[in-house]
């Protein structure tokens, strides 16, 4: 990992860090010490499968990715700043927590319901930040 990327935050610090490779991401869970389930984001305030509290809980961090369920191309952006258009999807990033995420692809036509997706880091160094994109694990499909 290079120094600029060392000094990047993440735009949203309670979903994801960059790994080591100064590319991919890691999610931050949460594994309840009751039913050993995993919760995301890690700041939840109880399990997502059993109900538990998780002040105090360990928190977990696996490499982000996931398969891809469905998706969408989006010709009006839904937030701020958000490219139009753009390609949003509803990603499995654990047993039984499904997220949606932005499709960093050039086409809809490269993805595929069930292919597997990795979460990587979409760099603003002007602002200093990184946010999460997904690419099909493949790679040969990213834009």
Partial sequence: MTDTQ????????????????GRSLHFLFTQCSACGGLSFPANVPGCMHCGQPLEGAAQVTRPGGGELLEFVTLH??????????????????????????????????????????QAVA????????????FVPANAEAVQ
């Avoid at 701020?80 to 949606?100: K, L, T, V």
């Avoid at 979409?122 to 994109?133: P, Q, W």
């Fill in 122 to 133: 979409a760099v603003n160094e002007a602002d200093g930040v990184y946010a999460c994109r």
């Fill in 76 to 117: 009006v952006p839904l937030l701020p700043g958000m490219a139009a258009p753009s390609i949003a999807g509803d990603i499995r990033i654990a047993p039984g927590i499904i997220e949606e995420g932005v499709i960093a692809v050039a086409d809809e036509a490269l993805l595929r319901p069930g292919m597997a997706l």
């Fill in 6 to 21: 060392a000094s990047l935050k993440p735009a949203q610090p309670t979903l994801y860090a960059l790994a080591e490779d």
